[in-house]
């Protein structure tokens, strides 16, 4: 159950070009971690649960790795899945369709998952591969709702009692001209934080958005089921998060609270989800934190968008990118930085040999999971103080704990 098709928030897949790196030091660092290590040691037998747009596509990263035997596939479509599964490799008696077909996939000889699925089944379908005591390789955000977020931290402290892997896939920390700016930063380059800012636009005009069906089949595929809070967790939560992702990695704490509001304003819409978000975060010690987001069709973001966060310091200014400039400029600490080159494919790979080396070499720590629960109840945070145009607190968020439910009657189970 995943993507057939990439929109306009997925753009950037194809349309993040290689740049010129500014200064030689942000060269060299480009250099040092863009390569993915020779040894691959043995393969691990893979499954790919969700053959849409975006699991076909890392599933073929995943290949390229030459670490990984695909040995089963699931798809709520039946299709997909033996399309999908047999490009991969995958015996057809082992492509598997319906809502349960993750489970089937678990029960067929994987070692490890790979979750691509609507936010919503994520916490459900990692609970049953952590149980069966599989390795995790999953996407963001990591659920859609509360109680769904929590149960993903959760997961990832078991996966590290079991030993095994659990690992969210974000980009942007993994670029070495972010981890050269968060290091400095981290060492007091910017000295005392005065302020934070973080966008998430896009070109184009919004997700296919069609009317409702008797079931809820229709929005299992093409990406539209982003436009719903319940299946897809908002668009905050599906592009922006990548943002505010390096908000929480660079500062290592999330908010305290947030101050929001939101429109909707695409064509005909029948989802539920806002389409632009203006939102003000505090931390517990003060620091002010503004983000926004919007889908734009005629601003310099139409091209591929803008994903970035900046920090503002007393003596110094640092920003972190998904495909513009890194730097942290002036301070003890000045780092002119570069251009983040191709990161929706090189971050996916960086992680896909992560996942990998971690798995052979029992490195359990799961670090990323954790860190994927604070920014995804950021997203949330943000997501329902704008629809509801007032303060919210993170602890009354938590408090509420509110479960959305998704009517799968009339699926295939």
């Known amino acids: 159950m995943n993507q057939d098709t990439i929109i306009p928030r997925r753009t950037f897949l194809h349309q993040a070009t290689a740049a010129g790196i500014a200064l030689t030091a942000a060269a060299t660092v480009q250099a040092e971690a863009s390569s993915i290590p020779a040894k691959i040691g043995r393969k691990l037998k893979v499954g790919l649960v969700g053959c849409g747009g975006r699991g076909s596509w890392i599933a073929g990263l995943f290949k390229q790795h030459g670490g990984y035997e695909f040995v089963a596939a699931a798809d709520y479509f039946p299709d997909r899945a033996e399309k999908t599964g047999t490009a991969l490799g995958a015996q057809k008696s082992k492509c598997f369709s319906g809502l349960s077909a993750y489970k089937r996939l678990i029960e067929s000889g994987v070692e490890a998952v790979i979750l691509e699925v609507p936010p919503y089944f ?43 892997v659990f690992l969210v896939d974000y980009q942007m920390p993994t ?53 719903d809070d319940a299946l897809g967790c908002g668009y905050i939560g599906n ?44 931390f517990a010690d003060g620091l002010t934190w503004n983000h926004h987001s919007a889908i734009g069709p005629t601003h310099d973001w139409l091209k591929q968008g803008s994903l970035e966060a900046s920090i503002q310091g007393s003596q110094a200014a640092a920003r972190l990118s998904y495909w513009g400039k890194a730097y942290l400029r ?17 971050g996916a790979k960086r992680n896909i040999a992560a996942f990998h080396e971690n798995v052979l070499a029992g490195n359990f720590d799961n670090k990323t999971a954790q860190r994927s629960v604070d920014c995804t109840l950021t997203c949330i945070l943000g997501r329902e103080a704008a629809r ?26």
């Open 175 to 227: 670029d070495p001209l972010n981890m050269e700016v968060r290091k400095r930063l981290n060492e007091g380059g910017l000295g005392a934080l005065q302020m934070v800012y973080s966008v998430g636009n896009s070109g184009g005009g919004g997700f296919n958005d069609p009317p409702l069906g008797k079931t809820i089949e229709n929005r299992l595929a093409g990406l539209i089921w982003v436009n």
């Open 239 to 282: 592009f922006d998060i990548h943002s505010i992702d390096a908000v929480i990695w660079a500062l290592d704490r999330r908010p305290i609270s947030a101050y929001g509001r939101g429109t909707r304003c695409r064509k005909d819409p029948h989802g539920d989800t806002l389409d632009s978000y203006f939102v003000t975060y505090a």
């Open 388 to 413: 509801r145009g007032q303060l919210l607190t993170m602890d009354e968020l938590i408090k509420e704990n509110r479960r959305f439910e998704v009517d799968l009657s009339g699926l295939t189970p």
């Open 330 to 346: 002036g301070g003890p600490k000045h780092f002119g930085g570069g251009t983040v080159v191709d990161l929706y494919a090189a």
């Open 122 to 164: 994520f916490p459900e379908h990692a609970a049953a591969a952590v149980e069966a005591g599989l390795h995790v390789y999953m996407a963001k955000p990591v659920a859609a709702d509360l109680p769904g977020t929590l149960k993903i931290g959760g997961l990832g402290k078991t996966a590290t009692e079991k030993k095994r």
